[in-house]
Protein backbone atom coordinates (compact mmCIF):
# COMPACT_ATOMS: atom_id res chain seq x y z
CA UNK A 1 0.00 0.00 0.00
CA UNK A 2 1.23 3.72 -0.81
CA UNK A 3 1.01 6.24 2.24
CA UNK A 4 -0.03 9.74 1.04
CA UNK A 5 1.96 11.34 3.97
CA UNK A 6 0.56 14.94 4.22
CA UNK A 7 1.88 16.49 7.63
CA UNK A 8 5.43 16.27 7.73
CA UNK A 9 7.32 17.36 10.86
CA UNK A 10 7.65 21.15 10.99
CA UNK A 11 10.53 21.61 13.16
CA UNK A 12 12.35 23.66 9.77
CA UNK A 13 10.63 26.42 8.87
CA UNK A 14 10.39 25.71 5.17
CA UNK A 15 8.25 22.24 5.68
CA UNK A 16 6.22 24.87 6.70
CA UNK A 17 5.34 26.10 3.10
CA UNK A 18 5.57 22.82 1.49
CA UNK A 19 2.76 20.69 0.68
CA UNK A 20 3.21 17.43 0.74
CA UNK A 21 5.34 14.42 1.43
CA UNK A 22 6.84 11.77 -0.58
CA UNK A 23 4.87 8.75 -0.89
CA UNK A 24 6.23 5.99 0.92
CA UNK A 25 5.40 1.95 0.75
CA UNK A 26 6.37 -0.85 3.34
CA UNK A 27 7.03 -4.45 2.97
CA UNK A 28 8.36 -4.26 -0.53
CA UNK A 29 11.28 -6.70 -1.86
CA UNK A 30 14.07 -5.25 -3.20
CA UNK A 31 12.74 -6.64 -6.97
CA UNK A 32 9.49 -4.53 -6.45
CA UNK A 33 11.29 -2.14 -6.14
CA UNK A 34 13.47 -2.52 -9.02
CA UNK A 35 10.40 -2.77 -11.11
CA UNK A 36 8.61 -0.04 -9.81
CA UNK A 37 11.92 2.57 -10.42
CA UNK A 38 12.05 0.73 -13.91
CA UNK A 39 9.74 3.68 -15.23
CA UNK A 40 8.90 5.91 -12.18
CA UNK A 41 9.51 9.76 -12.75
CA UNK A 42 8.71 11.05 -9.10
CA UNK A 43 10.25 10.19 -5.73
CA UNK A 44 9.67 7.36 -3.13
CA UNK A 45 10.25 6.24 0.00
CA UNK A 46 10.66 2.54 0.60
CA UNK A 47 10.36 1.95 4.37
CA UNK A 48 12.69 -0.66 5.87
CA UNK A 49 13.90 -2.19 3.15
CA UNK A 50 17.33 -2.36 4.00
CA UNK A 51 15.99 -2.24 7.82
CA UNK A 52 18.16 -5.67 8.45
CA UNK A 53 21.91 -4.38 7.54
CA UNK A 54 24.18 -4.85 10.00
CA UNK A 55 25.36 -0.99 9.96
CA UNK A 56 21.41 -0.31 10.51
CA UNK A 57 21.19 -2.43 13.61
CA UNK A 58 24.41 -1.04 15.42
CA UNK A 59 23.30 2.10 14.54
CA UNK A 60 19.81 1.21 16.42
CA UNK A 61 22.26 0.70 19.11
CA UNK A 62 23.87 3.54 19.37
CA UNK A 63 26.14 6.53 17.62
CA UNK A 64 28.98 4.78 18.94
CA UNK A 65 27.89 0.91 18.06
CA UNK A 66 27.84 2.35 14.42
CA UNK A 67 31.32 4.37 14.55
CA UNK A 68 32.81 0.78 16.25
CA UNK A 69 31.19 -1.45 12.92
CA UNK A 70 32.55 1.13 10.58
CA UNK A 71 36.24 1.41 12.37
CA UNK A 72 36.46 -2.83 11.56
CA UNK A 73 36.17 -2.13 7.70
CA UNK A 74 38.59 0.69 7.55
CA UNK A 75 42.30 -0.31 6.07
CA UNK A 76 44.34 2.82 6.25
CA UNK A 77 43.04 5.35 2.83
CA UNK A 78 43.02 9.12 4.46
CA UNK A 79 39.32 10.56 3.78
CA UNK A 80 37.87 14.10 3.14
CA UNK A 81 36.14 15.49 5.55
CA UNK A 82 34.94 19.19 5.98
CA UNK A 83 35.02 21.08 9.12
CA UNK A 84 32.33 23.68 9.39
CA UNK A 85 32.79 26.47 12.47
CA UNK A 86 30.08 26.36 14.70
CA UNK A 87 28.14 29.90 13.52
CA UNK A 88 27.65 28.12 9.81
CA UNK A 89 24.63 26.04 12.22
CA UNK A 90 26.02 23.32 9.49
CA UNK A 91 25.25 24.69 6.61
CA UNK A 92 27.90 23.45 3.59
CA UNK A 93 27.78 26.46 1.37
CA UNK A 94 29.85 29.80 0.48
CA UNK A 95 32.05 32.40 1.79
CA UNK A 96 30.60 35.63 2.41
CA UNK A 97 31.95 36.35 -0.90
CA UNK A 98 31.04 33.68 -2.79
CA UNK A 99 34.74 33.25 -3.98
CA UNK A 100 35.12 30.54 -1.45
CA UNK A 101 33.25 28.06 0.62
CA UNK A 102 32.50 28.09 4.68
CA UNK A 103 34.23 24.97 5.85
CA UNK A 104 38.14 24.06 5.72
CA UNK A 105 38.51 20.77 3.75
CA UNK A 106 41.33 18.40 4.64
CA UNK A 107 42.84 14.78 4.35
CA UNK A 108 42.66 12.22 7.56
CA UNK A 109 42.49 8.98 8.82
CA UNK A 110 39.29 7.93 9.33
CA UNK A 111 39.28 6.84 12.98
CA UNK A 112 40.79 10.66 13.31
CA UNK A 113 37.40 11.70 11.49
CA UNK A 114 35.24 9.46 13.90
CA UNK A 115 37.26 10.94 17.07
CA UNK A 116 36.70 14.75 15.96
CA UNK A 117 32.86 13.96 15.29
CA UNK A 118 32.60 12.56 19.26
CA UNK A 119 34.60 15.04 20.49
CA UNK A 120 32.26 17.87 18.38
CA UNK A 121 29.28 16.68 19.28
CA UNK A 122 30.27 16.48 22.75
CA UNK A 123 30.84 19.93 22.77
CA UNK A 124 28.05 22.65 23.44
CA UNK A 125 28.82 24.72 20.47
CA UNK A 126 30.09 21.46 18.41
CA UNK A 127 31.22 22.55 14.87
CA UNK A 128 30.15 21.04 11.87
CA UNK A 129 31.94 17.49 10.82
CA UNK A 130 31.49 16.27 6.95
CA UNK A 131 32.39 13.44 4.62
CA UNK A 132 30.46 14.04 1.38
CA UNK A 133 30.28 10.98 -1.13
CA UNK A 134 32.88 8.32 -0.70
CA UNK A 135 33.71 5.54 -3.00
CA UNK A 136 32.42 2.85 0.05
CA UNK A 137 34.55 -0.23 -1.53
CA UNK A 138 37.90 2.24 -1.41
CA UNK A 139 37.07 3.90 1.70
CA UNK A 140 35.74 0.89 3.88
CA UNK A 141 36.29 -2.60 1.74
CA UNK A 142 33.89 -5.13 2.69
CA UNK A 143 31.32 -2.79 3.67
CA UNK A 144 29.56 -3.56 0.78
CA UNK A 145 28.78 -6.92 1.12
CA UNK A 146 26.51 -6.72 3.62
CA UNK A 147 24.93 -2.78 3.39
CA UNK A 148 24.35 -2.53 0.30
CA UNK A 149 21.69 -3.12 -2.50
CA UNK A 150 22.30 -5.71 -4.95
CA UNK A 151 21.13 -3.76 -8.46
CA UNK A 152 23.20 -6.51 -10.56
CA UNK A 153 24.38 -6.28 -13.16
CA UNK A 154 24.27 -2.85 -13.14
CA UNK A 155 27.34 -1.81 -11.09
CA UNK A 156 25.89 1.42 -9.76
CA UNK A 157 28.91 3.39 -7.83
CA UNK A 158 28.18 2.93 -4.19
CA UNK A 159 28.87 5.89 -1.86
CA UNK A 160 29.13 6.56 1.95
CA UNK A 161 28.01 9.88 3.33
CA UNK A 162 28.74 10.62 7.08
CA UNK A 163 28.43 13.49 9.42
CA UNK A 164 26.69 15.30 12.84
CA UNK A 165 23.99 17.61 11.95
CA UNK A 166 25.04 18.92 9.04
CA UNK A 167 22.90 20.30 5.53
CA UNK A 168 23.91 20.51 1.81
CA UNK A 169 22.36 22.78 -0.21
CA UNK A 170 19.48 21.55 -3.18
CA UNK A 171 21.45 20.71 -5.90
CA UNK A 172 20.80 17.58 -8.51
CA UNK A 173 22.68 15.04 -10.22
CA UNK A 174 22.31 13.13 -13.54
CA UNK A 175 22.35 9.01 -12.15
CA UNK A 176 19.16 7.69 -10.55
CA UNK A 177 19.80 7.53 -7.05
CA UNK A 178 19.01 4.77 -4.50
CA UNK A 179 19.59 6.56 -1.12
CA UNK A 180 19.87 3.86 2.43
CA UNK A 181 19.78 6.00 5.33
CA UNK A 182 21.52 3.79 7.68
CA UNK A 183 22.20 5.78 11.04
CA UNK A 184 20.56 8.58 12.59
CA UNK A 185 17.60 10.42 10.73
CA UNK A 186 17.63 12.31 7.41
CA UNK A 187 15.08 15.31 5.70
CA UNK A 188 15.10 15.51 1.99
CA UNK A 189 13.48 18.23 0.50
CA UNK A 190 12.98 17.49 -3.05
CA UNK A 191 12.10 19.73 -5.79
CA UNK A 192 10.96 18.56 -9.76
CA UNK A 193 13.38 19.30 -11.60
CA UNK A 194 11.09 22.58 -13.97
CA UNK A 195 11.27 23.94 -10.78
CA UNK A 196 15.40 25.21 -11.16
CA UNK A 197 14.19 28.66 -12.10
CA UNK A 198 12.61 29.26 -8.53
CA UNK A 199 15.28 27.80 -6.68
CA UNK A 200 17.75 30.88 -7.64
CA UNK A 201 20.71 28.81 -8.51
CA UNK A 202 24.59 30.10 -8.12
CA UNK A 203 27.28 29.93 -10.12
CA UNK A 204 27.73 26.99 -12.22
CA UNK A 205 31.37 26.50 -12.11
CA UNK A 206 32.51 26.96 -8.70
CA UNK A 207 30.01 25.10 -5.96
CA UNK A 208 31.09 23.33 -3.00
CA UNK A 209 30.82 19.63 -3.83
CA UNK A 210 30.96 20.97 -8.15
CA UNK A 211 27.66 20.89 -8.40
CA UNK A 212 25.40 23.81 -8.69
CA UNK A 213 23.40 24.69 -6.15
CA UNK A 214 20.17 26.20 -4.40
CA UNK A 215 21.44 29.94 -3.00
CA UNK A 216 18.42 29.94 -0.46
CA UNK A 217 19.11 29.15 3.38
CA UNK A 218 16.45 26.32 3.57
CA UNK A 219 16.63 26.75 7.60
CA UNK A 220 15.35 30.59 6.98
CA UNK A 221 14.96 31.55 3.46
CA UNK A 222 14.83 35.18 2.75
CA UNK A 223 11.89 35.12 0.71
CA UNK A 224 12.40 39.47 0.13
CA UNK A 225 15.43 38.20 -1.83
CA UNK A 226 14.08 35.32 -3.52
CA UNK A 227 10.46 35.64 -3.67
CA UNK A 228 9.68 32.77 -6.50
CA UNK A 229 11.14 30.14 -3.67
CA UNK A 230 7.84 30.18 -2.52
CA UNK A 231 6.20 29.00 -5.71
CA UNK A 232 9.11 25.67 -5.65
CA UNK A 233 8.25 25.25 -1.99
CA UNK A 234 5.03 24.75 -3.58
CA UNK A 235 5.86 21.99 -5.52
CA UNK A 236 8.38 20.09 -2.95
CA UNK A 237 8.03 16.71 -1.29
CA UNK A 238 9.70 15.91 1.48
CA UNK A 239 11.10 13.00 2.56
CA UNK A 240 11.95 11.93 6.70
CA UNK A 241 13.81 9.19 6.66
CA UNK A 242 14.31 7.11 9.63
CA UNK A 243 17.07 4.48 10.43
CA UNK A 244 16.85 1.59 7.44
CA UNK A 245 14.48 3.59 5.17
CA UNK A 246 15.75 3.76 1.30
CA UNK A 247 14.55 6.97 -0.72
CA UNK A 248 14.74 6.44 -4.92
CA UNK A 249 15.68 9.77 -6.18
CA UNK A 250 15.02 10.11 -10.10
CA UNK A 251 17.70 11.66 -12.02
CA UNK A 252 17.27 15.28 -12.07
CA UNK A 253 15.42 16.05 -9.41
CA UNK A 254 16.50 18.73 -6.99
CA UNK A 255 17.40 18.08 -3.31
CA UNK A 256 17.94 19.54 -0.15
CA UNK A 257 19.41 17.32 3.05
CA UNK A 258 19.84 17.27 6.41
CA UNK A 259 21.08 15.34 8.81
CA UNK A 260 19.25 15.23 11.88
CA UNK A 261 21.00 13.56 14.61
CA UNK A 262 24.51 13.55 16.04
CA UNK A 263 25.66 11.22 13.89
CA UNK A 264 23.98 10.00 10.50
CA UNK A 265 25.50 7.96 8.04
CA UNK A 266 23.93 7.75 4.27
CA UNK A 267 24.87 5.19 1.76
CA UNK A 268 23.89 5.73 -2.10
CA UNK A 269 23.51 3.72 -5.42
CA UNK A 270 24.02 5.91 -8.58
CA UNK A 271 23.41 4.42 -11.72
CA UNK A 272 22.35 6.08 -14.98
CA UNK A 273 19.97 4.34 -17.19
CA UNK A 274 21.48 5.41 -20.71
CA UNK A 275 24.89 3.39 -22.17
CA UNK A 276 28.14 5.22 -21.03
CA UNK A 277 29.05 5.71 -24.60
CA UNK A 278 26.32 8.33 -25.18
CA UNK A 279 28.45 11.13 -22.48
CA UNK A 280 27.45 13.15 -20.18
CA UNK A 281 24.46 15.40 -20.68
CA UNK A 282 26.07 18.28 -19.34
CA UNK A 283 29.06 18.51 -21.90
CA UNK A 284 26.37 19.42 -24.07
CA UNK A 285 24.94 22.11 -21.86
CA UNK A 286 28.26 23.53 -21.38
CA UNK A 287 28.90 23.65 -24.85
CA UNK A 288 25.66 25.39 -25.62
CA UNK A 289 26.89 28.09 -23.41
CA UNK A 290 29.53 28.63 -25.49
CA UNK A 291 27.61 28.80 -28.41
CA UNK A 292 24.32 29.77 -27.83
CA UNK A 293 23.50 31.66 -24.88
CA UNK A 294 24.79 35.36 -26.34
CA UNK A 295 23.50 35.17 -29.96
CA UNK A 296 20.76 37.13 -30.67
CA UNK A 297 17.03 36.29 -29.08
CA UNK A 298 15.27 35.54 -32.62
CA UNK A 299 18.49 33.01 -33.49
CA UNK A 300 18.04 31.56 -29.75
CA UNK A 301 14.19 30.60 -30.83
CA UNK A 302 15.41 29.32 -33.98
CA UNK A 303 17.88 26.88 -32.39
CA UNK A 304 15.23 26.19 -29.63
CA UNK A 305 13.01 24.67 -32.56
CA UNK A 306 15.84 22.45 -33.79
CA UNK A 307 16.29 21.36 -30.69
CA UNK A 308 12.39 20.12 -29.72
CA UNK A 309 12.66 18.78 -33.41
CA UNK A 310 15.82 16.92 -33.26
CA UNK A 311 16.46 16.26 -29.39
CA UNK A 312 13.27 17.21 -27.23
CA UNK A 313 10.38 15.59 -28.91
CA UNK A 314 12.44 13.18 -31.27
CA UNK A 315 10.09 9.93 -30.01
CA UNK A 316 6.94 11.99 -32.04
CA UNK A 317 9.01 12.40 -35.09
CA UNK A 318 8.70 10.60 -38.45
CA UNK A 319 11.75 9.84 -39.85
CA UNK A 320 10.39 7.28 -42.02
CA UNK A 321 11.76 9.19 -45.63
CA UNK A 322 15.22 8.58 -44.63
CA UNK A 323 16.65 5.02 -45.12
CA UNK A 324 17.65 3.67 -42.03
CA UNK A 325 20.98 2.77 -43.33
CA UNK A 326 21.14 6.80 -43.93
CA UNK A 327 20.00 7.70 -40.85
CA UNK A 328 23.52 7.84 -39.25
CA UNK A 329 23.42 10.53 -36.33
CA UNK A 330 20.02 10.20 -36.17
CA UNK A 331 19.23 6.47 -35.49
CA UNK A 332 17.08 5.42 -32.72
CA UNK A 333 18.42 4.97 -30.06
CA UNK A 334 21.99 5.89 -30.85
CA UNK A 335 24.24 3.29 -31.02
CA UNK A 336 27.33 3.04 -30.02
CA UNK A 337 29.28 2.88 -33.26
CA UNK A 338 27.52 6.11 -34.65
CA UNK A 339 28.20 7.81 -31.03
CA UNK A 340 31.91 7.34 -31.22
CA UNK A 341 31.44 8.79 -34.95
CA UNK A 342 29.48 11.81 -33.79
CA UNK A 343 32.26 12.27 -30.43
CA UNK A 344 35.12 12.16 -32.71
CA UNK A 345 33.39 14.99 -35.35
CA UNK A 346 32.83 17.08 -32.14
CA UNK A 347 36.12 16.72 -30.96
CA UNK A 348 37.78 17.89 -34.39
CA UNK A 349 35.69 20.53 -34.38
CA UNK A 350 36.32 21.89 -30.93
CA UNK A 351 39.72 21.83 -31.82
CA UNK A 352 39.30 24.47 -34.61
Not at 33 to 47: C, G, Y
Request: one cysteine or more.
Amino acid sequence: MVSHNTNPNLSEPIQAHSTQAVDSVSGWTLEQVLAHIEHADKPMVFKGLCHHWPLVQAGLESADKAMDYLCQFYQGSAVTAYYLPHEQHGRVFYNQEVNGFNYQAGRLDFNQLLSRLKQENASQAPAGIYMGSTDIHQCLPGLGEQNSLDLSPTQPLTSIWLGNQTKVAAHFDFPLNLACNAVGKRTFTLFPPEQISNLYVGPMEFAPGGQDISMVDFAEPDFERFPKFKQALAASLTAQLNPGDVLFIPSMWWHHVRGVDDFNVLITHWWRDTPGYLGRPNNALLHSMLSLRSLPKAQRQAWKALFEHYIFNHDDIDDSHIPDQAKGMLTKPLDELNARKLRADLINKLKR
